[in-house]
Nanobody, 124 residues
């Protein structure tokens, strides 16, 4: 069973950048499809990006396409989310998630393992 720990959140001005990282342990990292989700205050958890086991395939929510980039390093057991041109509406708690499914859907229920989350606040 994999354990996930996110880092890199913080306070940033609109237009700025942040890089989130998720370190995995306790499992064969390359066997998991990884996802980044976010939960804004008063809202449900929604997918931001998803990356395949090899890193060759990615998915982005329309709201972040062109601004966020997901990547992974299977040798280092990490998955990253580079966020640029940040907007106040990107403010949320960001979660790293993992699943053994070969190509999961986009819902929270499609991922079995979760980190504790890291908070991102974008000021206007």
């Amino acid at each position: 069973q994999v354990q996930l720990v996110e880092s890199g959140g913080g306070l940033v001005q609109a237009g700025g950048s942040l890089r989130l990282s998720c370190a995995a342990s306790g499992g064969t990292f390359g066997g998991y499809v990884m996802g980044w989700f976010r939960q804004a205050p008063g809202k449900g958890r929604a997918i931001v990006a998803r990356i395949s086991r090899s890193g060759a395939s990615t998915y982005y929510a329309d709201s972040v396409k062109g601004r966020f980039t997901v990547s992974r390093d299977n040798a280092k057991n990490t998955v990253n989310l580079q966020m640029s041109s940040l907007k106040p509406e990107d403010t949320a708690v960001y979660y790293c998630a993992a699943t053994r499914r070969s190509w999961p859907g986009l819902l929270e229920s499609d991922f079995e393992y979760w980190g504790q989350g890291t908070e991102v606040t974008v000021s206007s």
